[in-house]
């Protein structure tokens, strides 16, 4: 990646297979870039995250998609970045925020341009107008853990009160893919990666954030599932990096954990299993072979 360097916009710290994402915390990141909406959002990236990705893998003027964009935190970077950013969300809630947050930044003197699609990332080649084909320099996205999340909470005199805990309404919601079992989710996730491919232009690149994550007291090895989904995908495995979820003050990580984590986590050592708190998320860079016909295919 030393080549990277060499090129405006580029610093020599986004090349460190260490990200440290979390010097500042989630609030301080988003304070006045986004509408105060965004907040209810269960399981946001952080903002520095998606900035380091476009800093370390793209030039200004460049075109940044996030397939399953949320609230936007993608977009809302990289336009800040000088790029021009594409969203897709499938929740109308959600893609409704991330459009105001568009709209936000515009006004803030973003250089950069961002639209927003609803629809389901599955299907990006049908959403997405045929001209960006072939065009998209950097993907940054990340798949759903499951429906439950940390959510937020609120102390009251009757306990704790958790809200904004789960992706959509299951029952009425199937085609959501954090309602999915493993196996379907990796293979819509597998489905998502293929329309990526289409959209990218040659020697694109794909960051995906993921982490390992207990079901039912079983670690899932989601990270090494979506590389082999980026295989399937017509993918090639980049790099693997870390990005901190805690912030680094004198040799030490400080952890942020949510309040339910925390929970869990003091709750799992007091019956003897040593869990730890949850400090980085693994970064999955993938690349679109040179390939002059990848763009003119139609996703599978």
């Not at 460190?16 to 105060?36: I, M």
């Not at 901190?244 to 309040?259: E, M, T």
Request: hydrophobic fraction near 40%; glycine fraction near 12%; include cysteine.
């Amino acid at each position: 990646m030393s080549e990277l360097n060499d090129r405006d916009g580029y610093d020599k710290r986004a090349l460190l297979s260490v990200w440290a994402t979390a010097q500042r915390t989630g609030p301080a990141q988003r304070k006045g870039r986004y509408v105060p909406e965004s907040v209810a959002h269960p399981a946001r990236m952080l903002p520095d995250i998606a900035a380091h990705a476009i800093t370390a893998y793209t030039a200004p003027g460049d075109i940044v998609l996030d397939p399953m964009c949320g609230i936007g935190t993608t977009l809302v970077e990289a336009m800040h970045l000088g790029r021009d950013a594409v969203g897709v969300e499938y929740e109308a809630q959600w893609a409704a925020i991330a459009d105001l947050n568009v709209r936000h930044t515009q006004q803030s003197g973003a250089t950069g341009r961002g639209m927003v699609a609803r629809g389901d990332g599955t299907q990006l080649t049908g959403i997405l107008p045929r001209h960006l084909h072939g065009q998209v320099s950097l993907v940054v996205t990340s798949p759903p853990y499951g429906p439950t999340v940390h959510g937020h909470v609120r102390p009251g005199k009757d306990g704790i009160t958790k809200s904004s805990g789960t992706y959509g309404e299951r029952d009425a919601d199937r085609g959501n893919l954090a309602h999915l079992g493993q196996g379907e989710l990796i293979d819509k996730f597998t489905h998502i990666l293929r329309g990526c491919r289409v959209l990218l232009k040659p020697g694109g690149i794909v960051v995906v954030t993921a982490r390992p994550f207990r079901k039912r007291g079983l670690l899932v090895d989601l990270p090494s599932a979506v590389f082999a989904a980026g295989i399937e995908a017509g993918l090639a495995p980049l790099e693997r990096c870390v990005t901190l979820l805690g912030g680094v003050r004198d040799g030490q990580i400080i952890a942020r954990p949510s309040f339910f984590q925390l929970q869990s986590v003091r709750k799992a050592r007091a019956a003897g299993i040593p869990l730890h708190l949850i400090v980085h998320e693994d970064v999955l860079v993938m690349i679109k072979p040179d390939d002059p016909q990848a763009g003119t295919e139609v996703a599978r």
